[in-house]
């Protein structure tokens, strides 16, 4: 028998996936893979999917599942499994007719076609306008135009979909049931993180979904919209065809989710700041307050986070002007390793005001980002990374006093891309917040989570916190991580 699964970060930028060990908690042949089966980036390069100029941002399904299989079989050349556990971005769907036929490609968090105006009104106008307050008191969340609600009534609206009745699939779902099994609404079954990413669950109640919410679908969109039933993470969602047979798929989760759960912070008295392509600071248990997003975490238990801050897709912006900068001088200059440099005191010096919030939905979004503050002499290189990571740092600084008016956490746990890429963090934020201050895990936090999942899936602890609790934020690799 093997003692093996794979976990699987399904990213549409880019894919981590590892065998693991459950023996020993060890990672096997880590492999990261980004879309055309490109050389995965390296420590300081981005890659960003194209976006479409209208705001629509899709992505291949066929691709989709042709990758997750070929992750699949390259793992198994490695070593033989028995499950795979999957957790994938958040705010992304498939819409599926009765029969199983796509009727969309995977829409991802980062499409905003509902804000396309039809006849005078945006979809995203139409879905405010109808449900108000409701929409933040159901879903936990303020409405913003990449959450599939928006998008899914968007897309209905506009005649793409064929079919009056379709199923709503999150990529996790879209790949454990498409890959094999076939399409058959009446056994679907999605993780609560997944489901309430959708913004189409009430999250206090645990109504799956919300009956206003699929309404408000129907009314605009003209279709009604169908979900999977609510099941816990150690719950079998699909089968991928393996060389031997039927391998289980277990139910996707949420990567926010997956990755608070790798980097380990106790409920209640720890904060995680997630940094990545997209950002988040979260709380397990955390206060209840209007101010703040409330988001299924695992077994019961609650997220109160703050979401969409900038991050890696703002900084992208701010240092990609660098480097198209050396590029039409004819050179080239490694401005992310630059931005790993920038000391604490050269922000405390530095002089120019940036505004990061650069794409509608982001925390702060003002119509777009600026840069202030410019006087003679003052726009360097070094002043402009300075302000930018000046800018990045003080918006967590400025989401903890909300978090925390009275300072009662204990810690800030760093997670996510961005924390590894600039060590630095670590001490900037000790000395602005007071908190003690943990860097981030050597390897990515959603691969931990992923470990404690299949853990439990494979039934070796009675719950999601036990099997973190097996191996915590242990790290080893096989072969070893290259220096």
């Known amino acids: 028998m093997s003692s093996h699964f794979l976990a699987i970060d399904f990213g549409t930028t880019s894919t981590k996936s590892a065998l693991i060990d459950l023996e020993c908690g060890t990672f096997v042949g880590v492999d ?37 299989d070929a992750i699949c079989h390259a793992a ?43 006849d005078g009104d945006s979809t995203h106008d139409l879905v ?17 135009p990449g959450f599939p609600l928006l998008n899914i009534a968007h897309t209905c609206r506009t005649g793409e979909v064929s079919v009056e009745e379709a199923w709503a699939l999150s990529l996790p779902l879209a790949l454990a049931r498409l890959s094999h099994d076939g399409f058959a609404g009446a056994d679907l079954v999605e993780h609560p993180t997944m489901l309430a990413a959708m ?23 003209g279709c009604q919209i169908q979900l999977g039933t609510p099941c816990t993470e150690a719950t079998i969602s699909g089968h991928w065809p393996g ?75 701010f240092i990609g002007f660098l480097e198209d900068i050396a590029h039409f001088a004819g050179t080239t200059g490694d401005f992310w390793q630059a931005l790993g440099s920038v000391t604490p005191q050269q922000i405390s010096q530095a002089h120019l005001q940036m505004d990061l919030s650069v794409f509608e939905g982001a925390r702060g979004w003002r119509n777009g980002g600026s840069i202030a503050g410019i006087t003679e002499g003052s726009l360097t290189v070094q002043s402009y990374l300075a302000g930018v990571l000046g800018a990045f740092v003080q918006q967590y600084v400025d989401v903890l006093a909300e978090l925390d008016p009275q300072t ?39 691969l931990l989570g992923l470990r404690a999942l299949a853990l439990r899936a494979a039934g070796r602890a009675d719950t999601v916190a036990d099997a973190w609790d097996l191996f915590g934020r242990q790290c080893h690799q096989d072969p070893p991580a290259e220096s």
């Open 199 to 221: 913004a189409m669950a009430d999250v206090e109640s645990g109504s799956i979904p919300s009956d206003p919410l699929l309404e408000c679908i129907r009314v605009i969109g």
């Open 32 to 68: 990261r893979r980004t879309p055309q089966s490109a050389p995965a980036p390296t420590k300081t390069q981005t890659v960003t999917a194209a976006h479409d100029v209208s705001g629509r941002h899709e992505l291949s399904l066929d691709e989709l599942l042709r990758r997750f």
């Open 128 to 144: 405010i306008e109808r449900l108000g307050d409701l929409f933040r008191s159901l879903t936990g969340m303020r409405p913003r």
């Open 243 to 317: 060389p031997q047979g039927l391998v289980p798929i277990y139910a996707g989760v949420g990567d926010h989710q997956c990755s608070v759960l790798g980097a380990g912070p106790f409920p209640i008295l720890d904060a995680n700041l997630n940094l990545g392509t997209g950002s988040q600071v979260s709380i397990i248990d955390g206060p209840v307050s209007q101010a703040f997003e409330r988001r299924p975490y695992f077994e019961g238990r609650m997220l109160t986070a703050v979401t969409h801050i900038p991050a890696g897709r703002a900084l992208n912006e």
């Open 408 to 446: 009662q956490l204990r810690r800030l746990i760093l997670s996510g891309g961005i924390a590894r890429q600039l060590p630095q963090l670590q001490q900037i934020l000790a000395e602005l917040t007071s908190y003690s201050t943990t860097p981030a895990a050597d390897l990515d936090e959603s």
């Open 76 to 118: 198994w050349q490695t070593h033989e499994f028995d499950g795979i556990v999957l957790c994938s971005e958040m705010h992304g769907f498939v819409l599926v007719g009765p029969d199983g036929t796509p009727q969309t490609n995977y829409v991802s968090w980062l499409d905003a076609r509902s804000l396309e105006r039809i």
